[in-house]
């Protein structure tokens, strides 16, 4: 049993990934067939099916999922070496731009950036602060972190936080005058900020608590663009917000802001880190999301 084609394993770890050979031959640019001709040789390597195929789909095999991880290891391990002997030095020299949230970008990622770089002076960072979705393909931006579900499937979605729910939040001052909401339904009677993306205002917020789901409209005499905009007003004490819960995380912990409803939960906004393709994931993108994986997770544990 020997495999004798690393590209059979990167083809291999893109199905798994995207979910099918025909996405994984356009990510790697090459034809359906020559993608199909390279899984069956990698399964006659090994002596054994990597996927279950139906006519709509394919999934993995628990042998194809115990070699998965092993072959992202492999091949990141050859491109570090590549990437090394190339550059002819052991330290990093690249430069990262960078699109992030508003206010995640500001408030939560830049002082961890700070330390980042005093890690790897060879890195240089150029950032983009903005709400709006950055396009990877068009754009001058390597690397876009980003809340929820990407809306491109064919991009590379690294995460960084699975587990980050939105959740419900409002100065003492603003409670003070107008009362703590005991339930969503609640919410009818408060003035609440809301977001907008694309000229979408994000007024439907929802919450489920057991088995129950409920979807709150929302209002409110606020809306803007711009998350960090929102977090100010209700720091400021202006109404309710229906923030992610690693945005407000330090707020919460020193009583700037106060949970509300807390037995019921928000929805999850996973953070992901997106590329345009696999090669675009160097040496200095594997660091960066290591550390920033750890910076999250502490973050959310504390």
Known sequence: MKIRNVQDLEIFVEAAE????SAAARQLDISPALASASLKRL?????????VRTTRSMRLTLAGERLLERARTLLDGLRDAEDELRSGQDGLDEQL??????DLGRHVVLPWLDEFQARHPGVTLRLQFTDRLADIYREPVDIALRFGVPPDSSMVALPLLQDNRRVLCAAPAYLARRGVPASPQDLADHNC?????DETVH???RLRKGGDEIEVHVRGDRVADDSEIVRRWAL???????RSRIDVHDDLASGRLRLLCPDWEGENVPLTMLLANRKQVSPAVRL?????????QARAGA
Not at 236 to 242: P, Q, S
Request: aromatic fraction near 14%; include cysteine.
């Open 236 to 242: 400021a004490g202006a109404g309710v917000c229906y």
């Open 203 to 205: 007024d439907r917020w």
């Open 193 to 197: 900020l809301c977001f907008m993306l």
């Open 43 to 51: 399964e006659a390597d090994l002596d054994t099916a990597l996927f």
């Open 97 to 102: 731009q960078i699109s992030m949230p508003s």
């Open 288 to 296: 960066l999301r290591e550390f920033l994986v750890g910076r999250f």
């Open 18 to 21: 995207l979910g099918g050979l």
